[in-house]
Nanobody, 126 residues
Framework: EVQLGESGGGSVQSGGSLALSCTIS????????VGWFRQGAGEEREGLAT???????TYADSVKGRFTISQDNSKTTVSLQMNNLTPADTGMYYC????????????????????WGQGTAVTVSS
């Protein structure tokens, strides 16, 4: 059973930084994507950043240059470093794991194709 756990959320002022972590266990298939997603109050979930087990990364335009996704050598922890935060970054942040060959856009439409964590809340005040 795949288990994911997010941590590192909290409250920060605009312009500040937070680092989120996602711990991963129980993945039995070779090669996968790990992504960070955000859902603001009353908004649809959006993809922010993805990293593959090979280390390839992609970012949404809204976070490019401000957020950095990375993984440790054991690939059991994926981090999201978030800098220059704005109130628009407020929301619940989720990490998810899914097989290679499926885009994060598909995952947003078909979330059952991924395993998800419970989320961690981020609040950015102006």
């Amino acid at each position: 059973e795949v288990q994911l756990g997010e941590s590192g959320g909290g409250s920060v002022q605009s312009g500040g930084s937070l680092a989120l972590s996602c711990t991963i266990s129980g993945v039995t298939y070779n090669g996968y994507n790990v992504g960070w997603f955000r859902q603001g109050a009353g908004e649809e979930r959006e993809g922010l950043a993805t990293i593959t087990t090979d280390g390839n990364t992609t970012y949404a335009d809204s976070v490019k240059g401000r957020f950095t996704i990375s993984q440790d050598n054991s690939k059991t922890t994926v981090s999201l470093q978030m800098n220059n935060l704005t109130p628009a970054d407020t929301g619940m942040y989720y990490c998810a794991v899914w097989r290679l060959g499926i885009s994060s856009i598909v995952i947003l439409m078909r979330p059952e194709f991924a395993d998800w964590g419970q989320g961690t809340a981020v609040t950015v005040s102006s």
